[in-house]
């Protein structure tokens, strides 16, 4: 069965500070790997997604994260952290075809500080 | 183009009434999904819907809790009768055919008093 580990309850970092978002995942295939975004009070939005190909994906908002198969990992990255990026990240893993339901993990809750 | 809408968008009921949620996917898409989301934890799905039929529902408690998506468009979920646990958001999200990405709609906020 599929699942996904993310080790990080809460962080918080500095505005301007990088920031890594660990997520683990538990998959039989080659799995497809996403992470999402929740705003609160809002639904989930697809920060990126990886099917195949290049290892380190890039997404929106200035997000990318790197697949490492060895690892079974999918972690997350951004540079430079703004105010704006305060929400719940969620990694998710579903299996490497279509229209099959995906395995989230419990989320790491984002914490900006000025 | 219009994502997928939920209404309401919250709802606050007593223990043992009954509730209906509402979703509209994104116009095209075949599949839908309804997602459970106890507070402090990932979403978890309900059931799946591939146009109006089913295609898995071996975690929506039967007992009280139903789907339907007549003319595979609009979805309801209801449960009744409500009790405590079921306090959560329940989000819809909807995706193309042989896709991959789900698109969320905002959720309905469900308190159960």
């Known amino acids: 069965a599929q699942s996904v580990t993310q080790p990080d309850i809460h962080i918080t970092v500095s505005e301007g500070a990088s920031l890594e978002l660990r997520c683990n995942y538990s998959?039989?295939?080659?799995?497809?790997l996403f992470w999402y975004v929740q705003s609160p009070g809002q639904g989930l939005q697809l920060l990126l997604k990886?099917?195949?190909?290049?290892?380190l994906v890039q997404g929106i908002k200035g997000f990318e994260a790197e697949f490492k198969r060895s690892q079974s990992s999918f972690n997350l990255r951004k540079p430079s952290v703004h105010w704006s990026d305060a929400a719940e990240y969620f990694c998710a893993v579903g299996p490497n075809f279509g229209n099959e339901k995906l395995t989230f993990g419990t989320g790491t809750r984002l914490t900006i500080i000025p | 183009e219009a994502g997928v809408a939920q209404s309401p968008r919250y709802k606050i009921i007593e223990k043992r009434q009954s509730v209906a949620f509402w979703c509209n996917p994104i116009?095209?898409?075949?599949?839908l999904y309804w997602y459970q989301q106890i507070l402090g934890q990932g979403p978890k799905l309900l059931i799946q819907?591939?146009?109006?039929?089913?295609?898995?529902d071996s975690q929506l408690p039967k007992d009280r809790f139903s789907a339907e998506r007549l003319k595979g468009v609009d979805s309801t979920l209801k449960i009744q009768p409500a009790k405590l646990e079921d306090s959560a958001v329940y989000l819809c999200?909807?995706?193309?055919?042989?896709?991959?990405?789900?698109?969320f709609g905002p959720g309905t906020r469900l308190t159960v008093t």
């Open positions: 999200a909807s995706t193309l055919t042989g896709a991959h990405e789900q698109y």
């Open positions: 990886y099917f195949s190909g290049d290892t």
């Open positions: 819907f591939q146009n109006n039929g089913v295609v898995d």
């Open positions: 116009s095209g898409h075949a599949t």
């Open positions: 998959y039989g295939a080659t799995p497809y």
